[in-house]
T-cell receptor, first 111, second 114 residues
Framework: GENVEQHPSTLSVQEGDSAVIKCTYS??????FPWYKQELGKGPQLIID?????GEKKDQRIAVTLNKTAKHFSLHITETQPEDSAVYFC??????????FGTGTRLQVFP | EAGVAQSPRYKIIEKRQSVAFWCNPI?????LYWYQQILGQGPKLLIQ????????DSQLPKDRFSAERLKGVDSTLKIQPAKLEDSAVYLC????????????FGPGTRLTVL
């Protein structure tokens, strides 16, 4: 079955710096790759997603890139702010259905 | 619009006891999911409903877990009897229809089994 690996498990950055989180998936049939942000005591919230027919997508300070050949996708956060501190999960699925999540990255942004 | 509602938010039980969780999805959302999130891990799908029918329950430990979605709206997830390894956050999510992208998650129920 599908397996999603996520790195790093923790990431500490200074406010204003960039943060990059990387994921690798195993099932070449996967075609939908969302990123979720989970704050303490809350459920995951979708922040950006990308489909396999697109190589890159950007939304303000957040961008996601996809390399289908290598089965890699990455989340890029620029100009980080303390409120970006949270746990970030990548996921992969076929046709937006059954999501397989990575193990999460705890991002800490220090003022 | 109101989000996905779950109750209770916290539950502490002893092993071998029973427990039930309730989920009210976003109004009009046809697809409902239950996930198990063990501390330090990503959510893992337990069961998926489309209206009141089960689409996927391949990851549900059916000897102790059961779920239903009567009338295609609210859903309950039950564990009977609970084991120590069931300690986790149980997340409910909903999606408007098959093919829509975003799954909306509730705040979860944190279960501790002693």
């Amino acid at each position: 079955g599908e397996n999603v690996e996520q790195h790093p498990s923790t990431l500490s950055v200074q406010e204003g710096d960039s943060a990059v989180i990387k994921c690798t998936y195993s099932d070449s049939a996967s075609n939908y790759f969302p990123w979720y942000k989970q704050e303490l005591g809350k459920g995951p919230q979708l922040i950006i997603d990308i489909r396999s027919n697109v190589g890159e997508k950007k939304d303000q300070r957040i961008a996601v890139t996809l390399n289908k050949t290598a089965k890699h996708f990455s989340l890029h956060i620029t100009e980080t702010q303390p409120e970006d501190s949270a746990v970030y999960f990548c996921a992969a699925s076929k046709d937006t259905d059954k999501l397989i999540f990575g193990t999460g990255t705890r991002l800490q942004v220090f003022p | 619009e109101a989000g996905v509602a779950q109750s209770p938010r916290y539950k502490i039980i002893e092993k071998r006891q029973s427990v039930a969780f309730w989920c009210n999805p976003i109004s009009g959302h046809a697809t409902l999911y239950w996930y198990q999130q063990i501390l330090g891990q990503g959510p893992k799908l337990l069961i998926q409903f489309q209206n009141n029918g089960v689409v996927d329950d391949s990851q549900l430990p059916k000897d102790r877990f059961s779920a239903e979605r009567l009338k295609g709206v609210d859903s309950t997830l039950k564990i009977q009897p609970a084991k120590l390894e069931d300690s986790a956050v149980y997340l409910c999510a909903s999606r408007s229809f098959l093919g829509a992208s975003e799954q909306f998650f509730g705040p979860g129920t944190r279960l501790t089994v002693l």
